[in-house]
C-alpha cells in the first residue's frame, strides 16, 4: 500500500526522430558543357553568395547569341507605303480640236455668205448661220455638262473604293503591329531566360553552409528545402536542354561528389554541389496517434542519439503535422518539427552537435503538473470504461472511480476520487475484490 500524496507529475511521450539540417539545396548545372574551374572541396564551409563552380558553355553562348538575334528581327517595323490609296480620273472634255474645227467651219461660212450680192439672201443666210452656231453651241454646253457629271459620278465611286482599300490596308497593318509585338514579347522572354541560363554558368550558394560536391546523400536532411527553391537563382534547378554528343559521358544525376573535378564534362540538370545549413538543427520526429493530441508548439523535449552516449540535448517543438503516416504494425503517428537545442554529457561537459541523418529518441514534456494529488503508477486499474484505485477503509478495500491528469512513469495525477493522506493499493490491485480485508 501507498499513501496519496502530493507531487510534481510530468507525463513524457517518446518518439523516434530524425536530424535535419535549416536547409539543403543542390544546384544543378544549368546547360550541357565542362566544369570550367571549381571553387571549393568536399566539407569547405562558404558563405552565401560565393563563387562555387564555372561551367564553360558553348551551347548556353550560342542560344543566347541566336535568341538576341531573333529579338533583333522581330523588332524591326513592318510598312505597307505609309500614305493612304487615292484613285482619281481626269476630267471628261471634248477635244480642243473638234471646237477649233467647228468654228473654222462656222467662220468660212459666213465668208462666203456675205459675198453673196443679194443683200436680203445675204442676211437670211447669215442668220442662219448664227441661228445654227448658237444652237451648236447650246449642245456643245450641255454635252459638257453631261461629261462633268459622268465624272463626278466615276470620282465617287472611285473615291469608296479608295477608302475602303485605306481602310483594309490599315486594319492589315494593325493586325501586323499586333503580330509583331507578341512575337517580341516571345523573343524578349527567349533572351531573358538564355541571359539567365549563361549567369547561373558562375554557380553561386543560395546561402552559407557546408559544401558537398555532387547531390546530396539519401540519408541527408532536407528539412526547410521547399521553402528556400524559390530563393535560388534561375536555372540552378536544372533547366532542359539538348545534350551535346561530349556530355554523353556525363555521370548521371545523383553521382557521388568525387566525380565533380575541372574538366569533367556535365548535362543540363547534372548535380554539380549540395550546400547544407547547418547552423540551425531541426528534428522530424514520428508521434503515435494516441499521443499526438498532447503535443503543442513550444512543447519542450529531451533528446537522446545513439551516437552520443551519455548526453542529453534540449529541444523545443516548433511545428505539429497533419498529415497522417502508417506505421509498420499498422498504426499511424503523425509529424512533429522541433528545434534541437544544445546537449550536455552526465558530468555537465558539452556534447557535439549532431549530424544531418542521425536517429534520435525524442521525450516530449507534454504535461506537468506541480504540488499534485498523486498515487503510484501501478495503483491505477481499469475496469469497463472505468479508471479505479483500491483505497483503503477501515482496514477493507474500496473502490473508488478516479480521473486523471498528467500521466507520469512513476506517479499519476488524480484529479477526483482520492484526497492527500489516504492510503490505496499498489500491489495487485488488479486482483482486489470490493470489502477485502486488507492488512
Known amino acids: 500500500m501507498a499513501v496519496v500524496t ?12 530524425t536530424v535535419g539540417a535549416r536547409a ?8 550541357s558543357g565542362t566544369v570550367a574551374r571549381l571553387y571549393v572541396q568536399d566539407g569547405d564551409t562558404v558563405k552565401k553568395g560565393q563563387i562555387l563552380a564555372r561551367i564553360s558553355s558553348p551551347q548556353a553562348r550560342q542560344q543566347l547569341s541566336a535568341a538576341r538575334k531573333a529579338d533583333r528581327q522581330a523588332a524591326r517595323p513592318v510598312s505597307f507605303g505609309g500614305a493612304p490609296v487615292s484613285v482619281r480620273l481626269p476630267r471628261l472634255r471634248l477635244p480642243n480640236s473638234l471646237d477649233a474645227h467647228v468654228d473654222r467651219s462656222f467662220a468660212q461660212a459666213r465668208k462666203a455668205a456675205r459675198s453673196i450680192g443679194d443683200r436680203a439672201a445675204r442676211t437670211r443666210l447669215l442668220a442662219a448661220i448664227d441661228a445654227a452656231d448658237k444652237r451648236q453651241r447650246a449642245q456643245r454646253r450641255a454635252l459638257g455638262e453631261v461629261l462633268d457629271g459622268l465624272t463626278r459620278s466615276l470620282d465617287q465611286a472611285l473615291s469608296q473604293v479608295s477608302g475602303q482599300v485605306s481602310a483594309g490596308m490599315s486594319g492589315l497593318s494593325a493586325s501586323m503591329a499586333s503580330l509583331r509585338a507578341a512575337s517580341r514579347s516571345q523573343t524578349r522572354a527567349a533572351v531573358r531566360a538564355a541571359e539567365q541560363t549563361v549567369d547561373a554558368l558562375v554557380v553561386r550558394a543560395p546561402f552559407g553552409g557546408v559544401v558537398t560536391l555532387g547531390g546530396a546523400s539519401s540519408g541527408a536532411g532536407a528539412a526547410g528545402l521547399g521553402a528556400l ?21 556525363a555521370a548521371p544525376a545523383g553521382r557521388s561528389g568525387g566525380t565533380i573535378a575541372t574538366g569533367v564534362p556535365v548535362a543540363a540538370g547534372d548535380p554539380l554541389v549540395t550546400v547544407t545549413d547547418v547552423s540551425v538543427l531541426t528534428l522530424s520526429a514520428d508521434v503515435d496517434e494516441t499521443d499526438v493530441l ?41 509529424p512533429v518539427w522541433l528545434r534541437l537545442g544544445r546537449g550536455a554529457y552526465d558530468d555537465g561537459g558539452a556534447a557535439p552537435a549532431p549530424k544531418p541523418g542521425m536517429s534520435a529518441v525524442v521525450r516530449l514534456a507534454v504535461r506537468r503538473s506541480e504540488n499534485a494529488t498523486a498515487v503510484p503508477a501501478s495503483a491505477i486499474v481499469t475496469s469497463g470504461r472505468d479508471t479505479i484505485v483500491w483505497a483503503v477503509r477501515d482496514g477493507k478495500a474500496e473502490r473508488r472511480v478516479v480521473r486523471l491528469g498528467a500521466q507520469g512513469d512513476a506517479f499519476v495525477e488524480i484529479l477526483s476520487g482520492v484526497s492527500p493522506g489516504e492510503r490505496v493499493v499498489v500491489k495487485g490491485a488488479d486482483a482486489v475484490r470490493p470489502g ?3 492488512s
Do not use: C, H, I, M
Open 6 to 17: 502530493r507531487t510534481t507529475v510530468s507525463e513524457v511521450v517518446e518518439a523516434p526522430a
Open 24 to 31: 539543403t539545396a543542390t544546384l544543378t548545372a544549368p546547360a
Open 229 to 249: 527553391v524559390s530563393q535560388l537563382p534561375a536555372g540552378l534547378l536544372g533547366q532542359a536542354g539538348a545534350s551535346q554528343a561530349g556530355a554523353a559521358a
Open 294 to 334: 498532447l503535443v503543442r508548439r513550444g512543447t519542450p523535449a529531451e533528446v537522446e542519439f545513439d551516437a552520443v552516449t551519455g548526453a542529453t540535448y534540449t529541444a523545443a517543438v516548433t511545428g505539429v503535422g497533419v498529415t497522417p503516416k502508417e506505421g509498420a504494425t499498422g498504426g499511424v503517428s503523425y
Open 436 to 438: 477485502q480485508s486488507l
